[in-house]
């Protein structure tokens, strides 16, 4: 009992530091403007993701009332984000797999799988505020309300509930039903064979999907929101099919740090995937057999299908993209737990909780060096450099590349605005992702403006093909050109006295 509740402790401890670690990844990413646009929404036209819409509005909105727009509010967004996640998941494993899976394994694998660092793109997958986090975890619930679905199948609010929540998530992420909804069918359609009862999901499922469909439509013709799915990839021809086959191979070994080679943490990260794998086989074939836990052919299918739903769409172009498999992280946790749970050997038992272990141990030290980064001296030097200039010379809404203007409207605590531009045909145009369209009017703002641009291209490279001399001639000759010097580099704060939406 004192061993679990100090690995209990541990697993608090470590939902903790995770949420700090990246909150300051949070700063400079997406995230940000999603803080920025709340304002925004039901007011102007917004351009953005749907699941910033249905899932992060209402968490945003709460947490941005009481505690403001600030770092402190970058922390606690993550460590919601987190903890709804794991309740998530222990909901799911104590309904579906308590009888397969016992308690006292869970405590010491779950935990610890969830938080080794298998790399850096599995760091910022597992626990930087990404919606597909939380909205894994309402999937993991929906199954819940499913199996009682098939129990209680005259229960009209149930259906009622199902079909919301479940709403609810295939408009905030179309991509739940390729990786969600697409195997949970077929295994409704193979039951269906021999249980009527099983057409009710099939029914709800379907009526789901066209809901979903009308009511996306319906938003974006508001002329209030214009909703991408998250990373909506379309199908690809069969000429790419070899090419993605290759970065998706490649890409679930840059997930796990797994790579074949003689070093010992890749060696013992790919050794625990394919133990997942292992795992995740040997409980689809149980679940070919039990014909009443659904959960035991569902976590196999999604796994294959997430990765299906990658390979056959235009989502892979390099390693980076490998972050749209984010599906299976949450998914191998189970496989590993499952086969540990059917070694009778202690010794086996006790090798793989002390190759956790070492994985543990090496995320904590890589997580220190990353922590220790993001609190030098230097973390954010350059942006608060660049705000204090802007603020000199009394412009307070101008406009720069993407990357360096949600980070630079949230440090100066939105009292310099950095509007998202880019460069197109040699011209300054809006760059519409994650915006408010009122950003770009030349009504929002009157007076002197700014445009915060590297005329090399490497700070600003989403202005890079636009010089001076395109400047110029687009929006006539500045009122000032400062330079801001920065480790030997230079960005230029070109500031003209109106407000340039107007030659946009």
């Not at 064979?193 to 099939?202: H, P, S």
């Not at 379309?234 to 790419?240: D, G, M, W």
Request: charged share 10%; glycine share 4%; net charge positive.
């Amino acid at each position: 009992m004192f061993v679990k509740k100090i690995v209990l402790a541990l697993l608090g401890l470590n939902i903790l530091v995770n949420s700090v670690f990246n909150s300051f990844n949070v700063i400079n990413s997406d995230t940000v403007w999603s803080y920025l646009l709340l304002p925004h929404f039901f007011k102007d036209m917004v351009y953005l993701a749907s699941d910033t819409f249905i899932l992060h509005y209402p968490i945003s909105f709460l947490l941005i009332k009481f505690i403001g727009l600030n770092s402190t509010l970058v922390f606690v967004d993550t460590f919601v984000l987190v903890v709804l996640t794991l309740v998530g998941w222990l909901a799911f494993y104590f309904y579906f797999l308590k009888k397969y899976i016992s308690v006292i394994k869970l405590i010491y694998i779950l935990p610890a799988f969830i938080f080794i660092n298998f790399s850096q793109t599995f760091y910022q997958m597992i626990s930087i505020p990404s919606l597909r986090n939380i909205e894994f975890a309402i999937a993991l619930l929906l199954l819940i309300y499913f199996d009682n679905l098939l129990l209680l199948n005259r229960r009209i609010l149930l259906k009622l509930g199902v079909f919301l929540i479940m709403l609810l998530l295939f408009i905030s992420d179309p991509y739940f039903i390729y990786v969600f909804a697409a195997p949970l069918l077929l295994i409704m359609l193979i039951r269906a064979r021999k249980n009527l009862r099983y057409w009710n999901v099939i029914g709800l499922l379907f009526t789901t999907i066209v809901a979903n469909t009308a009511i996306r439509s319906l938003l974006n013709k508001t002329q209030h929101f214009l909703l991408h799915g998250v990373n909506n990839g379309h199908i690809v021809f069969p000429s790419k099919i070899a090419s993605n086959i290759d970065l998706t191979i490649k890409g679930i070994l840059n997930i796990f740090d797994s790579y074949p080679n003689l070093h010992l943490l890749s060696f013992l990260s790919l050794s625990l995937f394919l133990l997942g794998v292992y795992g995740l086989y040997i409980m689809f074939k149980k679940g070919l057999g039990d014909k009443k836990n659904i959960a035991l052919l569902l976590l196999p299918l999604c796994f294959v299908f997430t990765i299906l739903a990658y390979l056959t769409s235009g989502q892979p172009t390099d390693l980076a993209t490998s972050r749209y498999l984010i599906f299976i992280v949450f998914l191998l946790p189970f496989g590993v737990c499952y086969a540990i749970s059917k070694f009778s050997s202690k010794y086996a038992r006790t090798t793989i909780i002390l190759v956790l272990t070492i994985l543990s141990l090496a995320n904590f030290i890589q997580m220190y060096f990353v922590f220790k980064s993001a609190n030098n001296s230097q973390q954010y030097e350059e942006n608060q450099l660049i705000i204090k200039i802007v603020q000199q010379y009394g412009v307070r809404y101008g406009y720069t590349s993407y990357w360096n203007s949600g980070i630079n409207t949230f440090l100066s605590g939105n009292v310099s605005q950095f509007i998202q531009v880019g460069c197109i045909n040699n011209r300054i145009q809006p760059h519409k992702w994650l915006a408010s369209e009122s950003w770009f009017d030349k009504n929002t703002h009157k007076g002197k403006t700014f445009l915060l641009i590297d005329f090399e291209g490497s700070r600003t490279p989403e202005l890079k093909g636009c010089d001076l001399k395109d400047v110029t001639e687009q929006f006539g000759k500045p009122a000032q050109i400062v330079p801001i010097p920065y480790a030997g580099e230079n960005i230029s704060l070109v500031i003209f006295n109106y407000n340039i939406a107007e030659e946009f």
